[in-house]
């Protein structure tokens, strides 16, 4: 499955902002239904178990309730990439084209709008939730129940404060990806840019 495809699906979970006092998942539900939009910047590092040295990739992201996901990969490579309830969309030089929606990643697109609606249920429905610490320091353990998604996650670990700091994937095979947000901010609307990316 490509690595992108997994990490984007995942990182809807970013949705998770502003967690103070989120000491349940009620609590963490309405606080996932909270930010209007969320801008910040990401790097990804890919460990993979034939390479001595990871992947590393960075870039920026937009995530905005009402719309969805952009995932601009600045480095190694230029390549932006959209989630929206239609599915996962790529940029080239025609604009936004719809990737194939296979099972998995039908799967994985359910799951993100779930954190992204703050649908507790939902992710309920996949995972098994344990939330521990403060709202100064707090750590999101994910552990998959579906069949599909056991066959790719052992589970997702997320650590943060008033933002998400980390975002952890542990694959089954033993590969891992570990996600780290910076210079997150709920302050700023969307662009005028932004709003036609999501609307085309």
Known sequence: ?????????????????ALANAFDLQQLS???AKPDVIHGQFIQEKHLRALPQPL????????????????LLKTPLQ??????????????????????????????????????????????????LALSGDAQQWKLSLTPRSLLLKQVFKQINIDGGALVQTIEL?????????????????????????????AE
Request: glycine letters at 6%.
């Open 30 to 32: 309405e606080q996932l």
């Open 79 to 128: 390549q932006d990439y959209r989630i929206t309830a239609n599915g996962i969309a790529r940029r080239d030089d025609n604009g936004w084209q719809m990737l194939p929606n296979k099972s998995a990643g039908a799967d994985q697109n359910r799951l993100f709008l779930a954190v992204l609606q703050g649908d507790s249920s939902g992710l309920q429905r996949d995972f098994e």
């Open 56 to 71: 590393i990739s960075k870039g920026s992201f937009v995530l905005a309730k009402n719309h969805g996901l952009l995932w």
């Open 1 to 17: 499955m490509n690595v992108f495809v997994k990490s984007l699906s995942v990182v809807a979970l970013l949705t998770m902002s």
């Open 170 to 198: 542990l694959e089954t095979q033993g590969d891992s990806t570990v996600l780290r947000m910076q210079d997150s901010s709920a302050a700023q609307p969307l662009s005028d840019t932004e709003q036609h990316d999501f």
